[in-house]
């Protein structure tokens, strides 16, 4: 029998529930509590080797385990999909205590919130040049793909614009934050910001105050999260077992 | 587990836009070009590597066309030139087309996620 690991928190009073009834985990499984060393998993047991299939409930329940706690600690999300077997999980947070300690303490107190941001403007205009209309089809081929490339790299730039003026807007109120730009041709920015639970009201009003100030961009803000984005906790576990 | 009472709980968490159908249409994008868990078994190695190769002369490809332009704007290339180069690299896409559509791949599966360094493409 392997273990379902949603995520690791410091010391637990108990196990999560909601409004009194327990949380349910994976496939409807019971989630159990785990101590190692001084912390606390939360893990369920979980029938064959694989890891379970991604579907929007499973995902869901594992969401919700880990949210379970967040009321009461700042936990290390486990990736979706972490099957192992008990002694080697033992043996992982034995080997890492002094890791996952410091993990914990870059994370305590805090909660993720994720800000993503659309330009709300068309393509950006590209100058032309020497089209004419003699070219061959070659030529007209080449001409277009000079418009997509320069368009992607205005689009970059300006990604990189926003992406200046978010930080210089919240950055008071963020202790860390992972940012990438463009990832799709509209989605200019995507942001996590690690904030300390006592700040997130004053930066959800910073932040309504500059979307105020850029009416050409369109926002998406969430969160309060578990710190998913700044755990990373996957990585090491894949990188020490070879597995995930 | 119950909350301790000098603790203020945590927000629930809330999802503010003006734009949804937006946003879900871009995230959508990033979603479906997020590496599916690898199973090994014989298909999906295939499939896998299938993809991995195809990421790979699509890397290229780019590389090339961006090479191409930055010619063109130099001026060192001859109007026949640029016919030519352009003729070759539209042959070039249509071939990768071709070979994606056998494979039952998009656009958006030939990628690849380098962890920190971002995204290969």
Known sequence: MKLYVYCLAEKLGGLPSIHAAPVLGISGAQVDLLKVEDFALLVSEFDGDSAPSVTRDNALAHAAVVASVLNETTPLPFRFGTVVAEDQLRSYVTARREALKAKLD????????????????????????NETDEQGPGARFLNEKRRQILGSERRSEEAKQVAAWLKEQVGTYVQQEEVSLSQTEKLMVAAAHLVAREQVAKYRDQLTMARKMRPELHFLVSGPWPPYTFSNIELEFKTRFGVS | MELSPNKPPTAEPEIDTSHVEEFVEQLSCVTNSLPPRINIDAQSVEEGLAKLVLTLIEFIRRLLEKQAVRRMEGGDLSPEQIEELGLALMKLEAKLQELKEQFGLADEDLNLDLGPVGRLI
């Open chain 1, 106 to 129: 870059q994370v305590r107190g805090c909660v993720e919130m994720s800000v993503k941001i659309i330009s709300g403007s068309d393509q950006a205009d590209v100058p032309q040049l």
